[in-house]
């Protein structure tokens, strides 16, 4: 899936993913291929993406929101 993750003045990510987990304000919570669309509120905490090569990037984020539809995701962080 495709993972757009971006900050108020730069672009942190911007690739493919084949899994992503988020902390939610409920906490944390995974979103995989094919997942029903979303938008949710994030919480303080570790993004951590699965790369199709099975490498893992991790991103601390203070908070933000994910909006997901159709295997794109957008992500803007604090």
Not at 13 to 30: M, N
Not at 32 to 45: C, D, E, F, M, W
């Amino acid at each position: 899936m495709k993972i757009k993750i971006t900050k108020p003045d730069s672009i942190l990510y911007d690739d493919e993913a084949k899994l992503v987990q988020l902390p939610g304000t409920g906490g944390l919570f995974e979103i995989l291929n094919n997942h029903a669309p979303i938008i949710s509120s994030l919480a303080k905490g570790v993004v951590r993406l699965v790369k199709d090569n099975d490498e893992e990037v991790t991103f601390d984020i203070r908070g933000g929101v994910v909006k997901g539809q159709q295997n794109d995701l957008l992500i803007l962080v604090q």
